[in-house]
T-cell receptor, first 115, second 112 residues
Framework: QKEVEQDPGPLSVPEGAIVSLNCTYS??????FMWYRQYSRKGPELLMY????GNKEDGRFTAQVDKSSKYISLFIRDSQPSDSATYLC???????????????FGQGTILTVHP | EPEVTQTPSHQVTQMGQEVILRCVPI?????FYWYRQILGQKVEFLVS????????KSEIFDDQFSVERPDGSNFTLKIRSTKLEDSAMYFC??????????FGSGTRLTVV
C-alpha cells in the first residue's frame, strides 16, 4: 500500500469556484501534513502545514485533516487563474514528528482555473 | 526572502556522460536534499545530507549518483554515467524544521 495517494486529476474549474483537493495516507501515526504548490517548471513551494485533526485556514485556503479516515483535504475558495498549478500533499519525515528527513509526496493534482 | 539556487536551469548531455548539478542551499540550513521528478510523475526523494555525510538515500540513489558539499555554500549532485531514464527535473532542497523546507527551481536534465 502506498504511503500517500492523491488523485492526479486534471481538475478544471471556472474562476470563483470552490476547489477541493484530497489525499489519503496509510500510516495512522502521522501527526502533521503539508500541502505544496508547484507551478510549471518550478520547484514545490510550501502552501500550508497542518498538525493533528481539524481545520486550518489561511486566506482563501483551508486545510483539513480527518485522522479517523486518514484523509487530508485542501480547499480553495474563490479560485483565481493564478491558482492554476499542481497541488501536492506531503507527509513529513516520519510519524514521530522529526523535522528533518525526506518528504513523501503524493502524485499531485493538476488544477486549471479558467477565467 | 532566502531561496535555494540551482544551476544550470537546463542541461543536455549525451548518454554515458557525467553531469554535475549544482545547488546553493539557504545559508543557515543544515539539512540538504535532492529530489527528482520525471515528467508526469511524482516528486521522488533521492538523498538527504547532513554534517557532511549522507543521512538517508532511496533505492534510486545507486552507485551512479554521488553528492558533495565541496565548500561552505555549494551542494552538488553528480551522475557518473547518465542513462536515458535519468532525464528528469532535479530539485535541491534545504530545511530547518518541518515548516522550513525550501526547494530550488530545479535543473531540467535531458539525456540524449
Amino acid at each position: 500500500q502506498k504511503e500517500v495517494e492523491q488523485d492526479p486529476g486534471p481538475l478544471s474549474v471556472p474562476e470563483g469556484a470552490i476547489v477541493s483537493l484530497n489525499c489519503t495516507y496509510s500510516n495512522s501515526a502521522f501527526q502533521y501534513f503539508m500541502w505544496y504548490r508547484q507551478y510549471s517548471r518550478k520547484g514545490p513551494e510550501l502552501l500550508m502545514y497542518t498538525y493533528s485533526s481539524g481545520n486550518k485556514e489561511d486566506g482563501r485556503f483551508t486545510a483539513q485533516v480527518d485522522k479517523s479516515s486518514k484523509y487530508i483535504s485542501l480547499f480553495i475558495r474563490d479560485s483565481q487563474p493564478s491558482d492554476s498549478a499542481t497541488y501536492l500533499c506531503a507527509l513529513p519525515p516520519n510519524a514521530g514528528g522529526t523535522s528533518y528527513g525526506k518528504l513523501t509526496f503524493g502524485q499531485g493534482t493538476i488544477l486549471t482555473v479558467h477565467p | 526572502e532566502p531561496e535555494v539556487t540551482q544551476t544550470p536551469s537546463h542541461q543536455v548531455t549525451q548518454m554515458g556522460q557525467e553531469v554535475i548539478l549544482r545547488c546553493v542551499p539557504i545559508s543557515n540550513h543544515l539539512y540538504f536534499y535532492w529530489y527528482r521528478q520525471i515528467l508526469g510523475q511524482k516528486v521522488e526523494f533521492l538523498v538527504s545530507f547532513y554534517n557532511n555525510e549522507i543521512s538517508e538515500k532511496s533505492e534510486i540513489f545507486d552507485d551512479q549518483f554521488s553528492v558533495e558539499r565541496p565548500d561552505g555554500s555549494n551542494f552538488t549532485l553528480k551522475i557518473r554515467s547518465t542513462k536515458l531514464e535519468d532525464s528528469a527535473m532535479y530539485f535541491c532542497a534545504s530545511n530547518q524544521g518541518a515548516a522550513g523546507y525550501t526547494f530550488g527551481s530545479g535543473t531540467r536534465l535531458t539525456v540524449v
